[in-house]
Structures are given as C-alpha cells and as structure tokens.
C-alpha cells in the first residue's frame, strides 16, 4: 500500500530544497507534533548517499532513527529514497510561479494504521511547510 501527501510551500524551490535537505534545518522542522523533535540529522543528499534523522519524545520516553539510503537525486526536483526497513519514498518538487508543491509517497509499514501514517507524515509535511514560511 502507498500513501501520497502533499502540500504547496510559499517559497522558491531553491529554498525548500535548502531548507528540506541541510541538518541545521531539518532538527528544526521534522517532528510530527510538538512533544517530539529531531536530536540529531545527517543529510549525504546523492544517490548512494545515507541520512538518518533521530526522533524522540521530548520527555525522553521513547525515540527512533528514521534512517536510508539515497536510491535518485534530481536537484530541485526529485529524490527516492528506501528506509533502512526497505520500504520505498518518494518526494517530487514542483515549481508553481513562486510557490513550490511537495508530493510525497511512501511504502505503508504493518505496525500502524494507514490513517495514522498519513496524518503523521503529513503532521511532519505541514511543520516543514511552517518552518520554511516563517523563515524567508
């Protein structure tokens, strides 16, 4: 089962791609909801390339890395990626006039339901959306 979200980003997609791919930003966008953060992110961005998020509860009880390996690298546009658990993503960019649209998909895991892998993937997408806008 895939699962596709998107959103449209007030910005160029120059600076989603900055801001979506560089450590210093993603600790400070790719959370879910406010009583979790990222703690630590290391981002190789090419085909080949290896990156890992860590995500832990802010109150310490609990915490994964969210970990791959770089599968396609089209600057400004397009990445696939496969998590360390092999299921397959993929986030496509798309310039509209001033504004940039992410879709992203992604191979569902059996561990949670469809509805909250989508609303938790698009909780992060939305963050990112945020994070972005409030720092042009």
């Not at 400070?28 to 509860?57: I, P, Q, V, Y």
Request: aromatic content about 12%; overall charge negative.
């Amino acid at each position: 089962m895939t699962i596709t979200i998107k959103t449209t980003i007030e910005a160029p997609v120059n600076k989603v791609w900055e801001y979506w791919s560089e450590p210093r930003h993603i600790v400070c966008w790719n959370a879910a909801s406010d009583d979790w953060h990222t703690t630590h992110a290391e981002n190789d961005l090419r085909a080949g390339g290896r990156f890992s998020s860590r995500m832990e509860a802010k109150d310490g009880s609990m915490g994964f890395d969210f970990s791959g390996t770089y599968d396609l690298v089209v600057p400004y546009k397009e990445i696939e990626y496969t998590l360390d658990d092999n299921r397959k993503v993929k986030a496509s960019f798309v310039t509209i006039g001033d504004k940039t649209e992410i879709t992203q998909s992604f191979e569902a895991e059996s561990m949670n339901s469809i509805e909250l892998q989508r609303m938790g993937w698009q909780a992060i997408l939305d963050n990112f959306k945020k994070y972005v806008e409030a720092n042009l």
